[in-house]
Nanobody, 123 residues
């Protein structure tokens, strides 16, 4: 088990940038693949981005490809989501999650979740 805490959310204008951070408490953080998901009220969590345990492989949803970048700093037990060219439709609560798989894009493949951080993009 790894415990996750997101931070860095806030209000930003369309076209702006924001970087989310996810701090993990587990000493075995480097053994987990990590992902970012987002959710709006009444909807299922939507996959955003994923990264393998080494940081060598990444995967993105088509909706964010070219705009968002996922990265990790294992020495800091932290995963990041750099969000550029933000759009109002990016508004959501963003969650980081840990998977025992190498890399995954399905919610059911993730075993630990943070509490989320709100991202609001205004037009």
């Amino acid at each position: 088990q790894v415990q996750l805490v997101e931070s860095g959310g806030g209000l930003v204008q369309a076209g702006g940038s924001l970087r989310l951070s996810c701090a993990a408490s587990g000493r075995t953080f480097s053994s987990y693949g990590m992902g970012w998901f987002r959710q709006t009220p009444g909807k299922e969590r939507e996959f955003v981005a994923a990264i393998d345990w080494s940081g060598g492989s990444t995967y993105y949803a088509d909706s964010v490809k070219g705009r968002f970048t996922i990265s990790r700093a294992n020495a800091k037990n932290t995963v990041y989501l750099q969000m550029n060219s933000l759009k109002p439709e990016d508004t959501a609560v963003y969650y980081c999650a840990a998977t025992l798989s190498t890399i995954a894009h399905m919610s059911r493949e993730y075993v630990d979740w943070g509490q989320g951080t709100q991202v609001t993009v205004s037009s």
